[in-house]
């Protein structure tokens, strides 16, 4: 079993950054593919960025690509996310989640969740 959970969620302004944190327990972090969703009220959840359990590859949505960052440091039992250049559009409940199988964009196929943190960017 994993267990996780996210941190650093807050309230930014247009164009400002933010960078999140979920730390993990249980099972040994490097064995597991990690990821990044978030859902707005009324809408589903949406991938943002995913990371292969070395963190040799990296994936983003279209939405976030070349503003966000996902890293991870193994050492540490810690995955990040970086958001820069924040839009209104970005404001949601972010979730991280992990996978004992390969890396994937499916929030369907991820096996555990945290409990996820509010980013609200203001206009």
């Known amino acids: 079993q994993v267990q996780l959970v996210e941190s650093g969620g807050g309230l930014v302004q247009v164009g400002g950054s933010l960078r999140l944190s979920c730390a993990a327990s249980?099972?040994?972090?490097?064995?597991?593919?990690m990821g990044w969703f978030r859902q707005a009220p009324g809408k589903e959840r949406e991938f943002v960025a995913a990371i292969s359990r070395p963190g040799t590859n990296t994936y983003y949505a279209d939405s976030v690509k070349g503003r966000f960052t996902i890293s991870r440091d193994n050492a540490k039992n810690t995955l990040y996310l970086q958001m820069n250049s924040l839009k209104p559009e970005d404001t949601s409940v972010y979730y991280c989640a992990g996978r004992a199988g390969g890396t994937t964009l499916k929030p369907h196929e991820y096996d555990y969740w945290g409990q996820g943190t509010q980013v609200t960017v203001s206009s």
């Open positions: 249980g099972r040994t972090f490097t064995t597991i593919a």
